[in-house]
């Protein structure tokens, strides 16, 4: 298991030769960028940011980005 969890010993971790080590680093990475996503996600669209603008700087459709992230900012009050 991956005992200490930021970015710094993630970045260290993923060349281990160790494949379960790897692994378990690239699951903390992947958790990660989804949090980073959404806390700018949110950032984006409480300043104001349009779906497709957000897509844009993803680099994603603005379907993707207003499917993965809507339903969650409606459940909880962000989003009407």
Do not use: C, F, Y
């Not at 993630?10 to 690239?26: E, R, Y």
């Not at 950032?43 to 779906?51: I, K, L, M, Y």
């Amino acid at each position: 298991m991956v005992s200490e969890e930021t970015p710094a010993s993630l970045a260290g971790q993923v060349t281990s030769k160790d494949p379960a080590v790897g692994l378990q680093a690239v699951v903390a990475l992947r958790r990660l960028l989804e949090e980073l996503e959404r806390l700018h996600v949110d950032n984006a669209r409480d300043r104001g940011w349009t779906w497709q603008s957000i897509a844009t700087a993803l680099q994603i459709s603005r379907q993707s980005v207003h499917e993965k992230h809507a339903g969650r900012r409606k459940a909880t009050g962000k989003e009407s």
